[in-house]
T-cell receptor
Framework: AQSVTQPDIHITVSEGASLELRCNYS??????LFWYVQSPGQGLQLLLK??????LVQGIKGFEAEFKRSQSSFNLRKPSVHWSDAAEYFC??????????FGTGTRLQVFP | DAGVIQSPRHEVTEMGQEVTLRCKPI?????LFWYRQTMMRGLELLIY????????DSGMPEDRFSAKMPNASFSTLKIQPSEPRDSAVYFC??????????FGPGTRLTVL
């Protein structure tokens, strides 16, 4: 069955520290992979996406993610977190850009 | 660019009442998606349309839910009759076929 796992429900980091949010997927073929961010009371905003090609993908707000086929992972990283990055982050997978399966999300808290 | 517009932003109703949620997709987009977000089940795709035609409604929970897209600029999600377990945030998203989904701000539905 197709699925997405975000093993960390809640992560707390200090401002300026590095960040890595984990995402593992189960899928029959190479999927389309996405990271979205949701601020409180808002809809989801796309951070970055991977369809094919270079496995290191750059996104908005200084985020990047690396597709590792051997580990079925698509972890999100940022070298230095800002207080404004506090939000909920969702990993999603799909055969295309339409029928996406979302993970349960990771809530990021940033301390000054 | 106005983005995806949803109305109302908040809806409080009593069990048994009919609820209609509305969505205006981004102009030029030809795919539209309805999602439901709850604490228990996360973000679930309910139904999506392409060129105003329903493509996949396998996520619609039961016959009480129905969705229509009478034209390229408007869609509705109707719940009749509503039940307390329908309380959730309902998101609409739109895209151009094969491209990124853009989410609206959501409608928070509370059924008493």
């Amino acid at each position: 069955a197709q699925s997405v796992t975000q093993p960390d429900i809640h992560i707390t980091v200090s401002e300026g520290a590095s960040l890595e949010l984990r995402c593992n997927y189960s899928y029959g073929a190479t999927p389309y992979l996405f990271w979205y961010v949701q601020s409180p009371g808002q809809g989801l905003q796309l951070l970055l996406k991977y369809f094919s090609g270079d496995t290191l993908v750059q996104g908005i707000k200084g985020f990047e993610a690396e597709f590792k086929r051997s580990q079925s992972s698509f972890n999100l990283r940022k070298p230095s977190v800002h207080w404004s990055d506090a939000a909920e982050y969702f990993c999603a997978v799909g055969a295309n850009t339409d029928k996406l399966i979302f993970g349960t999300g990771t809530r990021l808290q940033v301390f000054p | 660019d106005a983005g995806v517009i949803q109305s109302p932003r908040h809806e409080v109703t009593e069990m048994g009442q009919e609820v209609t949620l509305r969505c205006k997709p981004i102009s030029g987009h030809n795919s539209l998606f309805w999602y439901r977000q709850t604490m228990m089940r996360g973000l679930e795709l309910l139904i999506y349309f392409n060129n105003n035609v329903p493509i996949d409604d396998s996520g619609m929970p039961e016959d009480r839910f129905s969705a229509k897209m009478p034209n390229a600029s408007f869609s509705t999600l109707k719940i009749q009759p509503s039940e307390p377990r329908d309380s959730a945030v309902y998101f609409c998203a739109s895209s151009f076929t094969g491209e990124t989904q853009y989410f609206g701000p959501g409608t928070r539905l509370t059924v008493l």
